[in-house]
């Protein structure tokens, strides 16, 4: 789970606007192309509505803005925007963010959010049961898929004048795959505050836009000019039984790797194959999660305990000390991240039905049904020796007092244990897994195995 939304307290002198590459899903097109998806991130600018743009108030945590083929609303819209820790996690606060996620759970954010902020555009009809409204797409799109922002600094005159022309403009779908597509579409946005900042990669993406090329031209763009403080945030994808995501490719990357299209581009297309070989070898590589390594952000939402190497004194957003020892603290060296994979393993020991760790997440999704409370909070009733009781699935509620201890133990085991298993770009960071390290602990009654002895 991440925190880095915990500690948001004002609007800062300098904001951020940042591209947001969500990576790919196994799902449509995307099984073939690969692309992800593409949005852009504001941390000064909040929605007054869906469709409705303002400068945020003390406390809030920015918004995510994004189009997509059809939000499927009562009218065609091309974007709407929504608060940061709704799109991340499908809640208005952070504190409340699930550490749990199946499919039925983001229905139920998904649901709520809907009668909460969409009653007005999406009453009735197909909006409000079709799977291809993605609308949907913005609430609680971290338990679908890890995802990285590269951000920047902007002004407050340049928000400003975003937010007069956007809400002046009319706000009408145009979508189009080839032409006017995601990407173009976040392509449009980053022009108004740095143009020519980020374009499309013709040789790489076959004459189209795709998420990585914009992601990967803004990011070098801003690695030019150091004044615009470039910042990654990377919030990795919920554990839990939803499908994990996989890493976005432009057009050239996907060929590369994929076994799928190999064949068919042998047979058809011999004689081009050495050529995007060559576009991908020498123009198209770009790690994502290596460029977070080398700009992590924790910025003014950084967690408490390591903020001051967030930061400056005057309040940049960029990081203070861009040291080695810095990056350490907030992604985790390999050391350290096995020096936890061999205490959790003393610890795995520990438990009576060690073997069922692994499988736990699916056996509770297949007994269990989750609900929503007033407040957020996600719970969910369990069946057990007669009677039903009810385990926390919130960072806010999985300690509380009718949490199940049982089950909230074996739900932090399963959660820690996807994360120490999970491939980088799939993990949190170690500023993050370190609060989950400690809720694990907290269950550890009989024996609170230690980083220290582990090591020996």
Known sequence: MTFLLLCVTRI?????????????????VARITGSGHTAIYFSRICPESPVKLRLCRPGEQGSVMSNYTTLGEN????????????????????????????????????????????????????????????????????????MYIFA?????????????????????????????????????????????????????DFGMTSPKAIARSFTLYAERHPEMHLH??????????????SECRDGTEQLYHSKKLLVPMVLLASRELPVFTAAYLLTGRFNPEHQWENHPALDEVAAPQVAALAYSGSGSSDIAANTAAANAELVGTS??????????????????????????????????????????????????????????????????????????????????????????????????????WALLQSFSARKAVTLSAASH
Request: with cysteine; hydrophobic share 35%.
């Open 335 to 436: 050391q350290q991240w096995d020096r936890y994979r061999r205490a959790f393993h003393e610890i795995a020991q520990d438990t009576p039905d060690h073997d069922s760790v692994n499988g736990f997440p699916k056996r509770l999704d297949k007994m269990g049904s989750p609900m929503i409370d007033a407040d957020g909070s996600l719970w969910m009733k369990v069946p057990q020796d007669g009677r039903t009781v009810t385990v926390g699935l919130s960072a806010s509620n999985v300690l509380a007092s009718n949490s199940d201890p049982g089950l909230a133990r074996d739900l932090m085991l399963a959660r820690v244990n996807a994360v120490l298993k999970s491939p980088k770009h799939g993990r949190e960071s170690l500023v993050e897994f370190e609060q989950d």
């Open 12 to 28: 800062p002198a300098r904001a951020d606007i940042g591209v947001v590459l969500n990576e790919s899903l196994d799902t449509s």
């Open 232 to 245: 990654i945030f990377h919030f990795a994808q919920v554990p839990g039984t939803i499908k994990r995501s």
């Open 75 to 146: 009218q065609p819209f091309e974007w709407n925007v929504v608060p940061l820790s709704v799109f991340v996690y499908g809640v208005e606060d952070p504190r409340d963010r699930p550490v749990f996620g199946t499919p039925e759970i983001k229905r139920l954010l998904e649901e709520r959010y809907r009668e909460k902020y969409l009653a007005e555009l999406c009453p009735a009809g197909p909006c409000t049961t079709s799977g291809g409204a993605e609308w949907r797409e913005m609430v609680g799109a971290g338990l679908s898929r890890s």
């Open 152 to 204: 920047v600094g902007t002004t407050l005159e340049q928000d400003r004048a975003l937010i007069d022309e956007f809400n002046a403009l009319p706000n009408v779908n145009h979508f189009n795959p080839i032409t006017r597509n995601c990407a173009n579409f976040a392509k449009s946005v980053l022009d108004h505050y740095f143009p020519g900042a980020a374009h499309r990669e013709l040789v790489n």
